[in-house]
């Protein structure tokens, strides 16, 4: 395991396997439905303290990270660099904001500590730091790059005999990146079946609507003529997203992608399919209003 070089997370080194399962407690669909609310509460209000972030692909992956942290991964929030962990690649990495509230609500760190992104000498910077925060598996920030390293982690769970499994959140826009695509043929290739990726196809970019930048239709077509198992669900639907989830465990000699379509910044109005919110903080007018709706 020496893609992982942290000082306050893991080590190049393997600690020893500890005794117990370490399966994170899964939440209930209701208790999950609750904390999407307070994700997306966590989401704004951290943005809005630190006048800087991007909401709008922060919130439209609620679901999927919910679905993830609190009824899929193996994980232990109290012992981070747990050998038997499933791995959680965030490629798109300006969504921080969301996986640190994740980990916040985890109990990586205090949740206290999420009114410190983008502050100086904060653990939680605006893209994801892998040598500073607790739960980050890789530094991000270049798009185009979490594919090719999820499956490099991947490849060598397959080579440690271990059975961990690899999770990659990708944005749509993101897959104009080429990178991609060698990443996706090269995961076929190989027949990394404990890999899955999930792209956040809520539609927008940074310069406007994704399709009219770079139309990738048919995107999910693309996806399985290059050898990966392939799915399109509501990434909003949290039953969906799990069930979807549960269903690549059973994928044998291929990678797996799960194409949700979401919103951009889903459950703010005002935010909802803006692409101005793709990288622009809420006024504080606008935090007490998008807090208000997700009361």
């Known amino acids: 395991m020496l893609y992982q070089l942290s000082q306050s997370g893991c080590s190049g080194k393997t600690p020893a396997d500890s005794t117990d399962a370490g399966v994170f407690v899964s939440l209930s669909n209701q208790e999950m439905q609750a904390m999407t609310k307070s994700l997306r509460r966590h989401i704004i209000s951290m943005i809005g303290a630190a006048g800087s972030g991007h909401p709008g692909g922060s919130l439209s992956a609620v679901e999927i990270i919910t679905a ?13 660099c747990w050998p038997g962990r499933d791995r959680f690649i965030l490629s798109k990495g300006h969504a921080a904001p969301l996986l640190y509230a994740t980990l916040a609500e985890c109990g990586y760190f205090p949740v206290e500590e999420l009114f410190t992104l983008r502050k100086l000498n904060s653990r939680l910077q605006g893209h994801t730091d892998c040598r500073l925060t607790p739960g ?14 999820a499956m490099g982690i991947a ?15 990708l944005g749509d826009g993101e897959c104009n990146e080429g990178q991609v695509w060698e990443a996706a043929m090269a995961a076929a290739h190989f027949r990394v079946d404990n890999l899955v990726a999930i792209v956040d196809r809520n539609g927008l970019q940074l310069d406007g609507w994704s399709d ?11 996806w399985q003529a290059f050898g990966w198992h392939t799915s399109v669900i509501d990434g909003h639907d949290l039953a969906a997203i799990t069930d979807a989830l549960e269903h690549t465990r059973s994928i044998k000699g291929r990678p797996s992608v799960i194409i949700a379509r979401t919103v951009k910044g889903k459950g703010v109005s005002f935010m909802e399919n803006k692409v101005g919110f793709h990288g622009k903080a809420p006024s504080a007018d606008e935090v007490e ?6 009361e």
Do not use: C
């Open 136 to 149: 980050v598996e890789v530094t991000a920030g270049a798009l185009g790059q979490g594919l090719s390293i």
């Open 289 to 294: 209003t998008a807090l208000k709706e997700l």
């Open 68 to 80: 993830l942290y609190f009824g899929i991964l193996r994980h232990k929030p109290q012992e981070p």
């Open 212 to 222: 009219e930048i770079m139309n990738m239709e048919p995107f999910a077509e693309k």
């Open 155 to 169: 490849l060598a769970g397959r080579l440690d005999s271990r059975d961990y499994r690899v999770y990659t959140l």
